[in-house]
C-alpha cells in the first residue's frame, strides 16, 4: 500500500469521520459503542484504500496536477462512503435480533429440496457462473485497469496514467469560487427540497427542486470538459424523452387495447409487434421516412402547406428524430407490459372508488397508475438501459452521431473513442462513467420509486 | 341486418384501428418502397410499385440470405443455450439447500447492472485476445448465461407445488431427470416467453457483430444490412426497405407463432 505525505490529513479526517459514525451505529443497535468506534477506525483506513489501492494512490504523488489531485480526493472520498454503507448495512444485519432482522432471500421454499452433496448444485451453476466471471466481471474489472492507462487498440504495450483518463472529462480551469457557490447552492436548495417535502408543501418543495436540478445542470456544463459535457447532455436528453413518451404512450395505447372488446388478442398482437424490430432497422426505416429531401414526413408537411424540416441537420430536430424512432421501436415492449399490469389491478378497488363518486379520470389517476406502479418501476429500468445502450444501432443508422456530434450519445462515443480513433484508455474510462451512472441511477430509483411500489391489493 | 355488423362499443374499435395504422405505418410504408423504383419513391407513390423483382436481385447479389443463416444459426445456438443454462441454475436456486447460496445469487443479481455494451471495450479486447475474432464462439458464448433466464425460472419453480420434488425423490428420480420429466414440461410457457425475448434479443445484435466479425461470410443481417443502403455512390431506397423488411421476418414470425407462450409466460391473456 503507497502512502503519501499528502494522504495523512485526509486519513486522519476519514478516520474521524467513521469513528463516529460506526459508533452512532454501534449505539443504536445497543451494542457496545467503543467496539464499534474502534471498528470504525479501521475502516477509515480501509475503506480509502478501496479506490486508492488499485490507483496505487497515484494522484497523491508529488507530481500531480492539481486537478488530479482534488479528482483523487473525491475517489478516497468515495470508497470511504461505500464502505461506511456497507459495514453499517451488514452491522444491522447481523447485530439485529428477531424480525427486524431484514430478510436477504424471501420466499425460500424449504420443502422438496433435494438431499444431495452440495456439489451437485455448484455443478448445475457452474456453466452460469463461468460464463459470467470470463465474459462480464472480468471485462468490468479489465475495463476499470484500461481505464487507469494509456493504450492504443492493437499495440501491445501500455502504459499506467493514473487518473488523467478521467480528468480529461473535466474542464482544468472550472473549478473556481463560482462553481463551488454552485455547487454550495444546489446542496442548499436541495436540502429545502426535502424540509418541504416533509411539510407537505408540494408545489413550494417541487420548484425549488427544479431550482437544484438547473443549478446540478449548470454546474455540470461548467466543470465537464465540452466534447464530453455535450456528449452527457446528449445521453440524459435524449434517455429522459424516450422513457417518458415510450411510458407514457404506451400506457395510453395499453389503456386502450385492455378495453374488452370484441378480437382483443388479435388488436393486441397488431400493436405489440414493433417489439421484434431491432434498433438497427428503426434507424433504416426512419432514415427513409425523415429524409428531408425525399422522405413522406417532409412531403406530408408540405402538403398540408407547411415547409419541410431540417431532420438531419438540425441538432436538436435531430434529436428528436432519435428520439422518435427509440419511441416506435420500444412501444410494444411498453404495451404489452401495461396490459399485462392493467390485468392485475384490483376491480375492487376500482368499484370502491366509483361508488364514491371518483369519475373516470380520478379512478385512472388514484387507482389504476399507483397499482402499475410495479410494472412502471420495471419499464424505467429496461427503458433507461435502451436509450442508453441499445440505441446503438438506431443512431448508427440514423444520424453516425451528427450533425456536429448533437446526438453522439455515450455508448456512440464509446465506440468513436475507443475503436474508431484506437483510444482505448479514454473509452474505458467512459464506460466507467457510465457505470457509475447506471448504479446511481439504479440506487435512486429503489429508494425513490421502489419503495413507494405497491405490491397488489 | 346493418345494425348487426357494427360491433359493441364500436369507437373502441376505431380507436384501436387508427392507432394500429399509426403504429404500423412505418413498416407499411418500408414495404411499399420495398417494391418501387427510386424514381417512384421520389415521386411518393404510396401504392406498390413495379420493382420488386430487380430489389430483389440486387439485395440477393448483397448475400443477404448468407446474413440471415448466420444470424439464424447464432440466434437460435444462444437461444437454446441459455434455455439450458437457466433451466439449471433455476433448478439449483430452488430445489437444493448449500453455503453460500445468497451470494452466489447475488453474483448473478449483480449482472443485471453490467451490460454488454457497458464493457464492450474490455470484451473486445479479450475476445480479440483469445484469437476468436471471425468465430461461432465469439458471436455466442458471451450471451449464453442470462441473469433474466434464471430468475424467470427462479420465480416459476418457487410458485410449482413443493410436493412435485417430494414425490420424485420416492420415485428414485434424480434431480436432472426431475429437471427434465417434470418441471420442463410444467414450464412450457416460461420456455416459450424466454425463447422469444432471447431470439429477438440476439437476432437483433448489431454493436457486437459490427466490432467482432469482419468476415463477410460470417456476418449477422443487421451489419449485412449497411452494404443494402448505397450502389454506385446514390442511395437505393428499394433495395434498402426490402433489406429491412426481409429481416424482420423472422423475428417477427418468432412471435406471432410463440404468441400464446409470450401472452401466458407474462400473465397478459389471462382475463379476470
Redesign the interface.
Known amino acids: 500500500m503507497t502512502l503519501y505525505a499528502s494522504m495523512i490529513p485526509f486519513f486522519l479526517i476519514s478516520m474521524v469521520i467513521s469513528t463516529a459514525f460506526m459508533a452512532r451505529v454501534f449505539q443504536r443497535m445497543r451494542r457496545p459503542t467503543i467496539i464499534g468506534g474502534g471498528l470504525g477506525a479501521m475502516l477509515g483506513v480501509i475503506g480509502p484504500y478501496t479506490t486508492m489501492g488499485p490507483l496505487q494512490s497515484c494522484t497523491f504523488a508529488p507530481d500531480q496536477e492539481p486537478i488530479d489531485f482534488w479528482f483523487g480526493v473525491l475517489l478516497f472520498g468515495i470508497g470511504l462512503a461505500v464502505i461506511l454503507y456497507f459495514a453499517q448495512w451488514i452491522s444491522r444485519f447481523l447485530l439485529a435480533k428477531g424480525k427486524d432482522a431484514p430478510q436477504?432471500?424471501e420466499?425460500?421454499?424449504?420443502?422438496?429440496?433435494?438431499?444431495?452433496n452440495?456439489l451437485?448444485?455448484?455443478a448445475?451453476?457452474l456453466?452460469?457462473?463461468i460464463?459470467?466471471l470470463?465474459?462480464?466481471?472480468?471485462?468490468?474489472i479489465?475495463?476499470f485497469r484500461?481505464s487507469t492507462r494509456l493504450v492504443r487498440l492493437g499495440a501491445p504495450r501500455s502504459a499506467f496514467r493514473c487518473v488523467s483518463n478521467f480528468t480529461g472529462f473535466l474542464e482544468p480551469d472550472g473549478f473556481n469560487i463560482l462553481t463551488l457557490g454552485i455547487f454550495i447552492g444546489i446542496i442548499v436548495s436541495f436540502v429545502i427540497h426535502q424540509v418541504l417535502k416533509k411539510r407537505d408543501k408540494a408545489l413550494l418543495a417541487n420548484s425549488v427542486g427544479l431550482i437544484s436540478l438547473i443549478l446540478m445542470g449548470v454546474f455540470f456544463q461548467r466543470i465537464l470538459e465540452e466534447d464530453f459535457g455535450l456528449v452527457m447532455f446528449n445521453t440524459f436528453y435524449i434517455a429522459f424523452f424516450i422513457v417518458a413518451g415510450g411510458l407514457i404512450l404506451g400506457l395510453a395505447?395499453a389503456y386502450?387495447?385492455y378495453?374488452?372488446?370484441?378480437g382483443a388478442?388479435i388488436?393486441?398482437?397488431?400493436?405489440?409487434?414493433?417489439?421484434?424490430?431491432?434498433?438497427?432497422?428503426?434507424g433504416?426505416?426512419?432514415f427513409?421516412?425523415f429524409d428531408p429531401v425525399?422522405g413522406?414526413v417532409n412531403?406530408s408537411i408540405e402538403l398540408m402547406g407547411g415547409q419541410g424540416l431540417d431532420w438531419f441537420t438540425d441538432p436538436w430536430l435531430a434529436r428528436t428524430t432519435i428520439i422518435i424512432a427509440s419511441i416506435?421501436k420500444t412501444?410494444?415492449y411498453n404495451i404489452?407490459?401495461y396490459?399485462?399490469g392493467l390485468?392485475t389491478v384490483p376491480?375492487d378497488l376500482l368499484e370502491a372508488a366509483a361508488i364514491d363518486g371518483a369519475n373516470a379520470w380520478q379512478r385512472f389517476r388514484n387507482v389504476t397508475i399507483p397499482a402499475l406502479s410495479p410494472i412502471t418501476f420495471f419499464l424505467i429500468i429496461t427503458n433507461l438501459?435502451y436509450a442508453?445502450?441499445?440505441i446503438?444501432?438506431t443512431i448508427?443508422?440514423l444520424t453516425k452521431g451528427g450533425p456536429v456530434g448533437a446526438t453522439s450519445v455515450s455508448?456512440y462515443d464509446?465506440?468513436q473513442v475507443?475503436?474508431r480513433s484506437r483510444d482505448?484508455g479514454r473509452?474505458?474510462a467512459q464506460?466507467m462513467v457510465?457505470?457509475v451512472l447506471?448504479?446511481i441511477m439504479?440506487i435512486i430509483q429503489f429508494r425513490t420509486t421502489g419503495n413507494k411500489v405497491t405490491y397488489g391489493a | 341486418m346493418i345494425r348487426e355488423l357494427i360491433?359493441?362499443?364500436w369507437h373502441?374499435?376505431v380507436?384501436?384501428w387508427i392507432?394500429?395504422l399509426i403504429?404500423?405505418f412505418?413498416?407499411i410504408?418500408?414495404m411499399i418502397?420495398s417494391t418501387q423504383t427510386n424514381a417512384q419513391?421520389?415521386s411518393?407513390q404510396m401504392w406498390p410499385g413495379d420493382n420488386l423483382a430487380s430489389n430483389w436481385e440486387r439485395v440477393m447479389s448483397r448475400n443477404l440470405l448468407q446474413f440471415m443463416w448466420n444470424s439464424t444459426i447464432f440466434a437460435v445456438f444462444v437461444t437454446i443455450a441459455k434455455t439450458i443454462?437457466?433451466l439449471?441454475?433455476g433448478?439449483?436456486f430452488?430445489?437444493?439447500?448449500?453455503?453460500g447460496?445468497?451470494i452466489?445469487?447475488a453474483?448473478?443479481l449483480m449482472?443485471l447492472?453490467?451490460?454488454?455494451?457497458?464493457?464492450?471495450?474490455?470484451?473486445?479486447?479479450?475476445v480479440s485476445n483469445l484469437g476468436w475474432g471471425d468465430t461461432f464462439q465469439a458471436m455466442t458464448?458471451?450471451f449464453?448465461?442470462?441473469?433474466t433466464g434464471?430468475f424467470l425460472f427462479r420465480q416459476h419453480f418457487?410458485n410449482l407445488p413443493?410436493?412435485?420434488?417430494?414425490a420424485a425423490?420416492i420415485d428414485g428420480a434424480n434431480?436432472l431427470q426431475?429437471l427434465f420429466r417434470v418441471l420442463v414440461p410444467l414450464s412450457w410457457n416460461t420456455i416459450g416467453a424466454l425463447a422469444v425475448i432471447q431470439f429477438?434479443y440476439m437476432?437483433?445484435q448489431?454493436?457486437w457483430p459490427?466490432?467482432i466479425i469482419k468476415d463477410e461470410r460470417l456476418q449477422v443481417v443487421?451489419?449485412g444490412?449497411?452494404t443494402l443502403?448505397n450502389a454506385e455512390g446514390a442511395?437505393t431506397?428499394g433495395p434498402?426497405?426490402l433489406g429491412?423488411v426481409v429481416?424482420?421476418l423472422p423475428?417477427?414470425l418468432?412471435?406471432?407463432l410463440l404468441?400464446k407462450q409470450f401472452?401466458s409466460g407474462?400473465?397478459?391473456?389471462?382475463?379476470?
Do not use: C
Request: overall charge positive; cysteine-free; aromatic content about 16%.
Open positions: 436477504l432471500m420466499g425460500q421454499s424449504t420443502q422438496g429440496t433435494f438431499q444431495t452440495f451437485i448444485p455448484f448445475l451453476l456453466p452460469t457462473i460464463v459470467l470470463v465474459f462480464l466481471y472480468y471485462p468490468l479489465e475495463t484500461l395505447v386502450l387495447a378495453q374488452p372488446v370484441k388478442m388488436y393486441r398482437t397488431l400493436l405489440i409487434w414493433p417489439y421484434a424490430i431491432s434498433p438497427a432497422i428503426s433504416i426505416i426512419f427513409v421516412l425525399s413522406i412531403h416506435w412501444l410494444g404489452l407490459f396490459i399485462a390485468q376491480k438501459t442508453f445502450f441499445n446503438f444501432g448508427d443508422f455508448i464509446i465506440i475507443g475503436i482505448l473509452a474505458a464506460s457510465l457505470f447506471v448504479i439504479t | 360491433p359493441e362499443r373502441v374499435h380507436l384501436l392507432t394500429i403504429v404500423g412505418p413498416l410504408y418500408a418502397v419513391t421520389l411518393f443454462l437457466s439449471l441454475a433448478l439449483a430452488v430445489y437444493f439447500r448449500f453455503p447460496k445468497w452466489v445469487f453474483f448473478v449482472t447492472l453490467m451490460p454488454t455494451e457497458m464493457l464492450i471495450i474490455a470484451l473486445f479486447r479479450l458464448v458471451p449464453i448465461a442470462s441473469a434464471t418457487a413443493g410436493e412435485l420434488s417430494e425423490q434431480p426431475f429477438v437476432w437483433n448489431y454493436l459490427l466490432l443487421q451489419v444490412l449497411g443502403r442511395l431506397y434498402m426497405m429491412a429481416a424482420t423475428p417477427v418468432i412471435f406471432v404468441q401472452m407474462f400473465a397478459i391473456s389471462r382475463d379476470k
